[in-house]
């Protein structure tokens, strides 16, 4: 048998609350990013024995192959009714979804503005990449004006087809909301904010706290059709000014969090 030794400096490797599984997700996508930060997450926090994720409908519907934690999957965007069963029937354990742009404010709507008027106390990952990218390539409800999809290859025309969703902004009026904001993972910066803001919402359920949400600019070279280096580009220069980064509602109690 071959004994292959760790470094005596090693600084990164793989967290434990992630699997080996190979990945499924195209170049440049940043789900794997996500992934991994949650990931890291649950590993800090000691969590991972007891949490329990749920897995979407959507690019992501296999995120149960890539965390070493216990999952469900749901019904397409049924996830948040489906955490909260899990949840109250099961209250000592962490919950969270995993959820697409397409899968949360489209099909999901109801059940994510519902959860969060509840104060429901689970978690959201919430992945914003202003496509439909599982389906290929169609507009959804975050679709940018102007921006090109299957469904709309001429642009998106506000006057037919309506503005874009600021999923942040809406949760963020409602009393059971606890804490909700909106990060990107286009750039290291961003992707440190990014880690720190999902440390704190599983911190807000734990404490009890209230419903939680990190909503997190991602890209989708493949349907966005360009080159993985230019997606990140996009992200910052026509993402951000639609969906601006910031903390939307940090309850009183929230703010007191050290992390």
Not at 107 to 122: D, P, T
Not at 141 to 168: C, F, H, W
Not at 241 to 251: I, Q
Request: hydrophobic share 40%; net charge neutral.
């Amino acid at each position: 048998m071959v004994t292959i030794a760790k470094p005596e400096n090693l600084v990164y490797q793989r967290p434990e609350s992630l699997t080996e599984f190979p990945t499924h997700y195209c170049p440049g996508c940043t789900h794997g990013v996500a992934h991994r930060l949650i990931a890291e997450v649950l590993d800090e926090m000691g969590i991972r024995e007891k949490t329990i994720g749920v897995a979407p409908v959507g690019c992501s519907v296999f995120a149960y192959n890539y965390f070493n934690c216990d999952f469900v999957e749901a019904a397409h965007g049924r996830a948040p009714a489906m955490a909260t069963g899990i949840k109250r029937v099961l209250p000592d354990r962490v919950v969270f979804t995993y959820q697409g742009d397409g899968d949360l404010a489209s099909i999901g709507m109801a059940e994510i503005v519902h959860a969060a008027g509840r104060g429901e106390n689970i978690t959201v990952i919430f992945i914003n990449n202003a496509i439909y990218g599982m389906t290929g390539g169609q507009m959804a409800p975050t679709t940018l004006p102007g921006q090109k999809t299957t469904s709309s290859p001429n642009g998106r025309d506000v006057e037919t087809q309506g503005y874009p969703i600021r999923m942040a902004e809406i949760l963020a009026q409602l009393d059971g909301a606890g804490y909700v904001v909106r990060r990107s993972l286009h750039n290291p910066a961003n992707i440190r904010k990014a880690k720190k803001a999902i440390r704190l919402a599983f911190e807000t359920q734990v404490r009890g706290l209230g419903f939680s949400l990190v909503e997190l600019l991602s890209t989708c070279p493949t349907n966005w059709g360009i080159n993985p280096a230019d997606a990140l580009k996009w992200v910052e220069e026509h993402m951000v000014p639609v969906f601006p980064l910031g903390d939307y509602k940090v309850a009183e109690a929230v703010a007191q969090i050290k992390v």
